[in-house]
């Protein structure tokens, strides 16, 4: 099991520019999740899905677009690219079950917007 | 707005000590409280969750909850140079989907 993966591992954008941040997990989770994380600060939610083409707002959408055309496949879209989106972004998974909700973690992607 | 705190520190202990964190959080309704560490430049790892009100042990870890202060905290016991990390408290949102709010992080350092 790889468990949730992300790429690319840091990617440098210009001003305007747009990218897709990709994120697949093997773990058959049903909850998916994309945070961002600035420095000295903690997570903050900015999509989640609940299953393959259910998605839905979290604290700090503005400015993303996510899809979820599978149950392994969640990719983060950013249009027009904003000094303000740079940060880490790590996508992460849930069981949906009875159970503790822990959720795991990809290994993150660091975005400069320059 | 529903909001988690923790103290940012660093919180400096020397090795073999006890390290206490602190968290409060504002949603009444939440059922479910998380412990993650972050390495410096890694992504979170969860090490400790708890449901029920007061502690909850494993090895050297012990959470507690106090649901009516609206309180976490988790203790490690004989810190050790290598729990030197980010320890980041979250709490699940009310409404399912085990949606979590996280605090900001409280920098643990243990020093020989």
């Known amino acids: 099991n790889a468990g949730v993966t992300q790429t690319p591992k840091f990617r440098i954008l210009k001003i305007g520019q747009s990218m897709t941040l990709q994120c697949t997990q093997d773990?058959?989770?049903?909850?998916m999740y994309w945070y961002r994380q600035d420095p000295g600060m903690g997570l903050k939610l900015i999509y989640y899905s609940v299953g393959a083409g259910i998605t839905d707002k979290g604290e700090v959408p503005n400015g993303y677009n996510v899809s979820r055309s599978t149950t392994e496949d969640f990719p983060l879209r950013l249009e027009l690219a904003a000094p303000s989106q740079t940060s880490v972004y790590f996508c992460?998974?849930?069981?949906?079950?009875?159970?503790?909700?822990?959720?795991?973690f990809g290994p993150g992607t660091r975005l400069t917007v320059t | 707005q529903k909001e988690v705190e923790q103290n940012s520190g660093p919180l400096s202990v020397p090795e073999g000590a006890i390290a206490s964190l602190n968290c409060t959080y504002s949603?009444?309704?939440?059922?479910?409280f998380f412990w993650y560490r972050q390495y410096s430049g890694k992504s979170p790892e969860l090490i400790m969750f708890?449901?029920?009100?007061g502690d909850k042990e494993d090895g050297r870890f012990t959470a507690q909850l106090n649901k009516a202060s609206q309180y976490v905290s988790l203790l490690i016991r004989d810190s050790q140079p290598s729990d030197s990390a980010t320890y980041l408290c979250a709490v699940e949102i009310s409404g399912g989907y085990n949606k979590l709010i996280f605090g900001a992080g409280t920098r643990l350092a243990v020093h020989p």
């Open positions: 992460a998974s849930s069981y949906s079950g009875t159970g503790s909700g822990e959720q795991y």
């Open positions: 708890i449901y029920s009100n």
């Open positions: 773990m058959n989770h049903n909850y």
């Open positions: 949603d009444r309704g939440s059922q479910s």
